[in-house]
């Protein structure tokens, strides 16, 4: 860049005296452009995000030439990064298809652009590492992975008595494989609980599982949460 303004552009404005004019000329352009795609983007922001995803439907209902810089509008309004066009042509990709199991394009090691449901995600790489189980005593809030356990939260939902009977409560990461009593003749497998309630895969690595002994109890989330017929 140093070469090019030290060395080229003194020989093409010496060649072209015009040269400054007609350069100060486009980059007005460029700027009204640019604030243009910006008018229009937030003018359409509200009808396409909601605080969690981007929804492709509702997206698609606009021209064309407001996808890709609504997308990109998006991403920077939400998480401060400029996409490069790499980004923005793999992104599109994934918009335009109709694939909605999971394809995802990484922008960095820690976020995540996903499809899931006719929606796009950011997501937050979720930790593989957190520790796999723990006991608890239910005297204070524990948190598990990046997960707060509130003890007030539970007294709001009228269960912390029923699980404060039963300690100690046994906290795990869920497999999906657990089965959850959904009244008083049935379980159901937590992996079709979340997959009827469209919980997609990241929000499901997010939730801990309360256990008394071997019995699954509370599917804890700091969002939905998923209650044995036991203690509700």
């Known amino acids: ?27 007005k352009l460029q700027d009204d452009y640019h604030m243009t795609a910006n008018y229009f983007c937030e003018n359409i922001y509200n009808s396409i995000v909601t605080k969690e995803y981007l929804d ?3 997206l698609r209902r606009y021209p064309k030439f407001l996808h890709n810089i609504s997308i990109k509008y998006w991403i920077n309004k939400i998480i401060g990064i400029s996409i490069s ?30 499809r899931y449901n006719d929606k796009i995600f950011i997501v937050n790489h979720v930790d593989d590492n957190i520790q796999k189980s723990i006991q608890w005593d239910l005297q204070n809030d524990i948190n598990f992975g990046n997960l707060n356990i509130s003890i007030t939260k539970l007294k709001d939902l009228g269960i ?26 049935y379980h159901q497998t937590l992996k079709k609980i979340f997959q009827s309630n469209s919980i997609p ?19 804890y989330s700091d969002k939905k949460m998923f209650i044995s017929s036991d203690i509700r």
């Open 85 to 114: 066009q790499n980004d923005v042509q793999s992104i599109m990709k994934i918009f335009n298809q109709d694939n909605n199991d999971y394809p995802k394009h990484i922008l960095n090691k820690k976020i995540i652009l996903t």
């Open 160 to 185: 912390y008595e029923s699980l404060l009977s039963r300690v100690p409560i046994i906290i795990k990461v869920a497999s999906g494989n657990e089965r959850l009593k959904i009244n008083s003749k």
């Open 56 to 58: 492709i439907k509702s």
């Open 201 to 219: 895969t990241w929000e499901r690595k997010r939730y801990a599982m309360l256990f008394a002994k071997d019995t699954l109890l509370v599917a």
């Open 1 to 27: 860049r140093n070469y090019i303004r030290r060395k080229i552009i003194p020989h093409i404005a010496y060649r072209w005296e015009s040269f400054d004019k007609v350069m100060s000329h486009n980059i």
